[in-house]
């Protein structure tokens, strides 16, 4: 790849004891370019005040600038009106929020599926929602290759009262892919509703959400060259209508008496309190800076992935996990006989810096029989020398450990 795009990331440009940071955690948190930290900063040095509510230009500017990237966003994931884009303080927000104001739709006949790859982010919130109501949950089992079996979610939809379909669009830990739009179609056939937690999709994939026909959709800005704090949850206008507020105060509603209290309207309704407004800004520059990039950059990014996970298979009593043909953005791995934790470390001793556990994935490590893995996760800046050390302080690591 021509441009270069690792030098647009100052923390990427670092060493540990001599080793320049090889950062292979980009599914946790991608790095942020220079950009969307100016943009933060700026906003702090002349724009900030509340927004929505001062009659000063300040707060012009403020609600100006905060209210564009809703738009922004909007357009980003191809939203039918800025008011189906929520902000809320990440993922694990917006799924709480959604799951919160579905209470009053669930009866307790009826069932919650969910991915069993699924992140804990997208588990908790459903049993939670369960509880609350007397529904059930049904994990949707997954093939022997650790994809999604589709033949069993048609089974549940037809022997089941589904209510709630919650996906992942991509999951945190293998990198498989759903296919969400025929997923939501079969879904809607039977009368669920499709929430899918597109936190591992946006940095990777163009999202359209009304091409993949689901009913919610949530990510988090961290994870796609954004500031951590803000997130998005997306739904149909008509559904978020009618969902019960998880928060209640300042900005959300329409009057406040004593006698009584009435909401405003979406997307405000969903959105008490002051936001992290400067976040959200950082979120609109990650959006023009993922809108600047050239298609070539994800093609980079998924060649650089391809190859690590060939390379990675090619060494000696390695165990690579998922299906190599649905794959973004990681790679799950164990060394045969060895704790994945010491894997980490001794990556680290070399600067090479990936993700070490159970991943917030639980479920998934109960079917995968292991307590937990390792992963390595790519991003827009990660280039041949990242694979070519991680590679070789791998090979270091199985040759200390033989
Ligand atoms: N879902 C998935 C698939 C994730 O990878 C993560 C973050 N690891 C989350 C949800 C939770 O995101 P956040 O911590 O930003 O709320």
Not at 117 to 126: C, R, Y
Not at 290 to 300: D, G, I, Q, V
Not at 372 to 387: E, K, L, M, N, P
Not at 388 to 400: G, K, S, T, Y
Request: aromatic share 6%; net charge negative; hydrophobic share 45%.
């Amino acid at each position: 790849m021509n441009i270069d795009l690792k030098s647009q990331f100052p923390a990427l440009n670092q060493e540990f004891e001599g080793y320049p940071l090889c950062y292979l955690d980009t599914a946790a948190t991608s790095q942020k370019p220079q950009s969307v930290i100016d943009a933060m900063s700026n906003f702090y040095q002349h724009s900030n005040a509340n927004v929505h509510r001062a009659a000063h230009r300040l707060s012009a500017r403020a609600t100006q600038a905060f209210e564009a990237v809703r738009e922004k966003v909007a357009e980003f994931i191809n939203a039918g009106q800025n008011a189906e884009v929520i902000f809320t303080s990440g993922t694990t927000h917006s799924i709480n929020l959604l799951a919160w104001g579905l209470t009053p739709r669930l009866a307790a006949d009826e069932v919650i599926l969910i991915d069993s790859a699924a992140h804990h982010a997208n588990i908790v919130p459903w049993q939670e929602l369960a509880r609350r109501s007397g529904a059930t949950v049904i994990p949707i089992p997954l093939r022997q290759d650790l994809t999604l079996d589709e033949q069993a979610f048609l089974t549940l939809l037809q022997t089941h009262k589904v209510k709630i379909v919650a996906l992942c669009h991509v999951s945190n830990v293998l990198g498989t892919i759903n296919d969400i739009a025929a997923l939501a179609e079969q879904a809607h056939r039977y009368g669920a509703l499709v929430a899918v937690d597109g936190a591992q999709a946006v940095a990777h994939h163009k999202v359209d959400v009304q091409a993949l026909g689901c009913d919610f959709y949530s990510f988090s800005g961290h994870k796609m060259y954004g500031p951590a704090g803000v997130g998005i949850l997306w739904g149909r206008f008509i559904q978020l209508d009618r969902l019960t507020p998880l928060m209640t105060g300042g900005e959300m509603i329409d009057t406040v008496s004593f006698s009584g209290t009435t909401y405003g309207q979406l997307p405000n309704r969903l959105e008490a309190g002051t936001p992290a407004i400067a976040d959200v800004i950082g979120l609109g520059a990650a959006i023009d800076f993922m809108r600047s990039l050239p298609a070539a950059a994800f093609a980079h990014e998924q060649q650089m992935l391809i190859q690590l996970r060939s390379r990675l298979e090619a060494l000696p009593g390695i165990l690579v996990y998922g299906n190599p043909h649905q794959q973004s953005g990681a790679v799950a791995f164990n060394l045969s006989g060895e704790h994945h934790q010491d894997i980490g470390i001794l990556l680290d001793q070399q600067g090479v810096a990936v993700r070490c556990g159970h991943h917030c994935a639980q479920p998934l490590m109960q079917l995968m029989q292991i307590s937990g893995c390792c992963r390595a996760s790519v991003g827009i800046y990660t280039t041949q020398q990242d694979i070519d050390r991680f590679i070789h302080a791998m090979q270091d690591a199985i040759e200390l450990l033989a």
